[in-house]
């Protein structure tokens, strides 16, 4: 079993920034085919892909209209991955979720096996 948990949702004004941090822990597997992906979800709208990453780090992929604002990192040695949120929307509001990968790169969620439970982010305008 793997787990990942969230942290560092919040209030942000817009403009601002946020840093989330999902913390992995478990049967994680370091295989070069999987990785690390963030997702979202607003109100009334269905759960989107954000940014992914390669388990060795190298690669890295974004929804466009994040691209630029948004940067997703792993740190191997301490099991995180993080995702740093600046020049924050209104419209980026939302519940974030860490999830596992089987194939790094991957925007679908039918390729990710493990999830966080979410952490809350709202951006006031």
């Known amino acids: 079993q793997v787990q990942l948990v969230e942290s560092g949702g919040g209030l942000v004004q817009a403009g601002g920034s946020l840093r989330l941090s999902c913390a992995v822990s478990?049967?994680?597997?370091?295989?070069?085919?999987?990785?690390w992906g963030w997702f979202r979800q607003a109100p009334g709208k269905e759960r989107a892909f954000v940014a992914a990453?390669?388990?060795?780090?190298?690669?890295?992929y974004y929804l466009d209209s994040v691209k630029g604002r948004f940067t997703i990192s792993r740190d191997n040695a301490k099991n995180t991955v993080g995702l740093q949120m600046n020049s924050l929307k209104p419209e980026d509001t939302a519940v974030y979720y860490c999830?596992?990968?089987?194939?790094?790169?991957?925007?679908?969620?039918?390729?990710?096996?493990?999830w966080g439970q979410g952490t809350q982010v709202t951006v006031s305008s």
């Open positions: 999830a596992r990968s089987r194939l790094y790169g991957s925007r679908r969620e039918s390729d990710y096996d493990y």
């Open positions: 478990g049967r994680t597997f370091n295989s070069y085919a999987m990785g």
């Open positions: 990453i390669s388990w060795s780090g190298g690669s890295t």
